[in-house]
């Protein structure tokens, strides 16, 4: 019964996360690029502030798996970063932190890439 | 012929008129299913991840599911899948880090003609571009920050 | 030429028509008006710019076999489509031994083709000139908008581009009775729309104004033709034009765009409807010149309309310019 209500939290923050990101879509035009760094700087300052580890006891995946937990992870890896190295590692911790969806997409990309071609939309 | 600021406004109304409406809890609940079903599967991998490699601590964790779900991504948008969970989606389907990737994996596809220098490299963050450099830029502010605090 | 209004003395036949239509046109209503229809949109070639660039080459060979004639004996070529700096055309006429013009004018490139060639016979300096135009909706949708694979919603105000390639052989000395007589150039016309998605409603007023322009010039009213047919307002464009029109006495009864015919709006998933510059190319050299030959139709007014916009003009904050060519054609005995 746990393992419902913990997925059924996730269901519920994700969908409700991209609802917002809808809204926003559908009353203002904005494009992927724009949507993507607004929810990215939200996930950064929400763990500047610390609320970010509290939501995400509850809603785990909900959270992290939207762009929010990159921009997360950017913020906690910086933080911690600054208090373990100073200088240095406020400024390499939070590129270190992300560096495991940068370097996955990157790499991903340059894979299908050479493998795959687009496709024309609309054809059967 | 240019109109002035005042008749284009009024002309905005009119295209209000008869354009038509935007489909509104249509596209929001599409959005609500398909982000929440993607976040559930992170959320499944996440929970597999922890049963089958129990020694993982549950930063690594989080590392390998976002890798695994990027890698998800790839593969649909390499098929021509992941175009149309967008089309149906919305939102749902962008913001999620799967969004983030199908955006880098079709922007690298699309140029591949252009060679692998010029075309798929160059190309390669046209859209995601942005969220790298905001991303980054702010976790240097709060790095900063955090130094004095 | 009367104000922005070239009326031919001599008017000038329309001696042959080709088309080559893509897949999703071939699932449309108009697909039986088409000469040759395509299974496959990249045409075997390895990137659609190059399969763009094969469609133009097919039109114009084919139209050269439908006329029996030889490069040789065409004296120009006016063609565009809208892929950056032409090479649709530039690369396409390579292969094609005719004198060439490379014309752009955005979605309205067919009018302004068909208009040149017109005048170029009128003044006696040709006898023979094809206009020719092709879009492909890939190719189009890279250049203006995102990548193919990329997972976004189209919103409902957008418009599908045409695959396909259509082209106009007018001949001096032809016996054909379909003739052009008169063409409006128009002027550019910008509202301040800046909704890239949104084409119809950025060009409905150009065409408004176009066609203010011929009726006035000419002295006809809207009841002088039997079908206007303007080129790719979709939708919402076509709405918004007989509304405008009708603010200024103008009742559009005889009215229809390319854009809403070429596709089934609805069951093909077009959004707003088809766009392109060979939108109204397929629509005139497939649909309307059948109906000018049977008969059912003997006076028509063409109007392309283009919104002339590109990705950077767009990204640095200017609006969308439009422009819209009249072009009319009538059986005369």
């Known amino acids: 019964m746990n393992v419902f209500i913990d997925y059924l939290l996730v269901f519920a923050v994700g969908g409700g996360i991209c609802v917002l990101g809808q809204l926003f879509i559908n009353y203002t035009k904005m494009t992927s690029a724009r949507i993507l760094v607004i929810f990215l700087l939200i996930g950064v300052v929400l763990e500047a502030c610390g609320v970010f580890e509290s939501i995400k006891e509850v809603a785990q995946a909900g959270i992290t798996v939207p762009i929010t937990g990159f921009g997360s992870n950017l913020a906690k890896g910086a933080i911690k970063g600054a208090r373990e190295n100073g200088v240095l590692g406020a400024i390499v911790g939070g590129t270190k932190a992300a560096s495991a969806g940068l370097a996955g997409a990157i790499f991903i990309g340059f894979l299908s890439a050479l493998v795959a071609k687009p496709k024309s939309k609309g054809v059967k | 012929m240019i109109l002035n600021k005042e008749e284009q406004k009024v002309y905005k109304k009119e295209i209000k008129d008869v354009a038509p409406k935007t489909k509104h809890i249509s596209t929001l609940l599409r959005a609500f299913f398909t982000g929440g079903t993607i976040c559930c599967i992170g959320q499944g991998v996440n929970q597999v991840l922890g049963i089958l490699l129990p020694s993982l601590t549950e930063e690594d964790r989080g590392g390998y599911t976002t890798l695994l779900m990027i890698f998800f991504t790839g593969i649909l948008t390499a098929f021509g899948v992941y175009d149309h969970i967008g089309n149906f989606g919305g939102a749902g389907s962008i913001i999620p880090i799967t969004g983030f990737a199908n955006s880098i994996v079709s922007q690298a596809m699309e140029h591949k003609r252009e060679g692998i220098i010029f075309g798929i490299c160059s190309n390669m963050f046209a859209i995601a571009g942005p969220v790298i450099v905001m991303g980054i830029t702010a976790s240097v502010v709060v790095g900063i920050v955090y130094l004095f605090l | 030429m009367k104000n922005q209004t070239v009326l031919f003395r001599s008017p000038v036949p329309v001696a042959e028509t080709a088309t080559i239509a893509g897949p999703k046109e071939k699932e449309g209503p108009l697909h039986a008006y088409f000469h040759y229809t395509l299974e496959d949109d990249l045409l075997k070639q390895d990137s659609h710019e190059h399969a763009e660039i094969r469609l133009h080459v097919g039109v114009l060979k084919q139209l050269l076999n439908r006329a029996k004639l030889s490069p ?87 418009q599908w581009t045409v695959t396909g390639a259509g082209a106009t052989l007018l001949d001096k000395n032809a016996t054909s009775k379909i003739k052009i007589t008169s063409g409006t150039i128009g002027k550019v016309v910008d509202y301040g729309i800046k909704d890239a998605n949104d084409m119809g409603c950025v060009m409905a007023p150009a065409a408004l104004s176009t066609l203010r322009t011929h009726l006035q010039d000419t002295g006809r009213t809207v009841d002088y033709y039997d079908k206007i047919f303007t080129g790719d307002l979709g939708y919402s464009g076509s709405l918004l034009l007989q509304k405008k029109a009708s603010e200024t006495g103008i009742i559009l009864h005889n009215h229809e765009d390319c854009g809403n015919l070429i596709y089934n709006r609805i069951a093909q998933n077009v959004e707003s409807g088809g766009s392109g510059a060979c939108c109204c190319g397929l629509v005139f050299n497939g649909y309307i010149y059948d109906q000018l030959q049977k008969g059912r139709l003997k006076k028509v007014l063409l109007m392309p309309t283009g919104a002339l916009l590109s990705k950077t003009s767009s990204l640095q904050g200017e609006s969308i310019p439009a422009i819209c060519h009249a072009v009319s054609v009538e059986v005369i005995e």
Do not use: K, W
């Open chain 3, 72 to 158: 040789q004996e065409i004296d120009c070529a006016f063609a565009g489509d809208l892929l950056d700096e032409i090479i649709g055309s530039n690369f396409a006429m390579r292969e094609l031994d005719i004198p060439f013009f490379g014309i752009y004018n955005a979605c309205a490139t067919f009018g302004e083709s068909l208009i040149l060639g017109s005048c170029m016979i009128e003044g006696g300096f040709a006898e023979r000139v094809t206009c020719s135009v092709t879009s492909h909706f890939a190719t189009a949708e890279r250049q203006y908008r995102y990548p193919l694979e990329l997972g976004c919603q189209r919103t409902p105000l957008s």
